[in-house]
């Protein structure tokens, strides 16, 4: 029982339905009180005010006719036949001697007080519970007029046990609610719990089920399977980025041990075997490049380094690559040439950011012909800074645009790389919450690396 | 004040003869990879130092302590209780500034930044090219001998002035753009001994990515065709499968 208990109060639909029972209880019965008292104690009023009145006529009768008179006034309203279930009524002459009246009195309540007092006294014969007010008349004798509460107690207790039955069966169905909210709730959650148990077992595509119910649950089912959406699809991102490293890693690799046997396996190992092991050299040492390189992509994809993350000018980075590159156009023949917007800063990694801007420039220097000229501008706008690179090369057909920015992907084969610059450079706009924007500039390519704009104000 | 002359060795430095037994540079290799400390061990003897290979973490460190190095190659990764990085936290903290390279498979920035914090001077990611790693070591023990500020630097009849920032050759004045004037610094301040490309484009540049080019190549041509005029003496060389060298005499021939 114990352990039920527990296990009912550790939930919290239970628990919450119990205290939203406990609080309707609790209404009730102030309800109830309120109105007990309200019912009951308006009556009892009621009746003392008639009390006082027939007081205040009787004694006024007195006062006109003399106590004879009075007794026999009395005598007819206790033989009239109203009230004569409740009502009391005595005389006393001023000796202490009962003249009238239907009460067996004891001694002890005949002193005359203010107010009107609750005794158990002897009416008709019958012990009862009576409110009395007993008043001093002008002739030295006392009145006592009264009513036999029987009937109001009985009222009473009937209303209070009607009460008490309405709160325990409000208590009922409180705690019968209580129960099955949690079922409810226990049902709903539960669906939800046996999806994340099945992908826990490995079944990925399992989805949370969608009732008809455009409830909570719902929406929360409906915000779960999204999850679980971009979950399934980041995973199949990551086999497939896994598929084309381990294609791109291991043709190498099957090439330097093909060539190796062959010239371990030749005829004239002396002059073979060298010239493998220099390849094997130079395959290794690029299959070494390419490892970096998509280390230090999934480092700007891991998001670690926007710890280091601080103001940088992109005119400084700017400036400084180009200077890394001008021999490098100069000898090629290229036109390289720049315009710089006033300061347009950015907050990010500054060693990121320039790598980023010589892949583009690179890029740019590679693809455009000897004579051509590559422009390379800043530019400030309220929200974003831009560097963008622009060259009169042969450009990027729009339909490749969409896929030079992923790992591997290459549309000139002939020209030496690994096509890894651009997908860095995507990975390293993206990790300062940018864009790599790439558009025709008819001929050749503008590359446009937008980053937010860091406002030092 | 002019940098001391210092016995060079194999193709790595500038002019042939071999060192005598006391000078020899003492090297400390904790590698647990034998087969990699011994390749690290063999290189540097043929360069003419005397190099000790140590695997365990706790030995090393013994040795570390107690006996003198001239350099430190550590792996980061050793089996055991005691890694690379507490070995370097802990010569540290005695007090020991022998110039460390750390070792490691561990390429992430946060990685060598890790390390560089630990305390080492040149932070080296595996795999590596020996002629890399011999150069640099090369690079730390010059640079923990020379520590006094250079005034000037001369190398044959190329001076190049430190504070004025001006170099000339035969009295021939020949100007330079800054960051030419600091390759061609750079390179006088390791002359006798081959620098690599990396190791320019981290010091020169302060990048320390690996741009798709060899951009670096065309930055020596063109300071090359300025320093080194037709029919004057060549100062600076390349150095092949290794990088550049800045010497009087040309790089020399292998052993």
Redesign the interface.
Known sequence: MSVALTRWWTSIAFRQALIYGALVVLTMTVLLVVFYAETVGEWQRRIDRQIDATTQRLVEYDARQGMDALAAHINGLLGDGVDSDTEVYVLLDPAGRKVVGNLALAPAIIAPRSGIIERYVLRAGRPSESRLRITPLGGGGVLIVGRDMQDQRELESLIGRASLSAALITLLMAVGGALLFRRQLEHRIGAIRLTAARIERGDLAQRVPISAHQDEFARLSDDINTMLDRIHALMEGVRHVSNTIAHNIRTPLSRILARLRKAQDGRNPATELPAAVGAAIAE??DL??VF??L??IA?VEAG??R??FAPVSLNAIAV?VL???D??A??KGLKLTHALDHEPMTCGDG??L??AM??LL?NA??YTRTGGAVHVDTRRDAAAVTITVRDDGRGIPSSERARVGTRFYRLDRSVP?WGL?LASVTAIARLHGGRLVLEDAEPGLIARLVLPAFDSA | MLLPARAPRARYYADGGGPTADAMQRCLIIEDDAENAGYIAEGLRELGWQAVGCGDGLDALGRATRESWDVIVLDRMLPGEVDGLSILTTLRALGQRTPVLVLSAL????ERVRGLKAGCDDYL?K?F?FSELAARIEALVRRAQSGEQLREMRVADLRVDLISRSVERSGRPIPLQP?EFRLLAYLLMHQGRAVTRTMLLESV?????????N?ID??I??LRSKIDRDGERPLIHTVRGVGYMVSADGPGKPP
């Open positions: 290794i040492e070494n490049v970096d390189k280390l230090q480092e670690a380094r710890q280091s400084n200077e890394l590159y021999a490098v100069e000898a060693d990121l320039a790598n010589a892949n690179d220097i590679k790389g610059g | 390429a992430a920035t946060d990611t795999p090219a960051r540049w302060d990048y320390r990515f690996d741009p798709q080019t951009i065309v930055h041509s063109r």
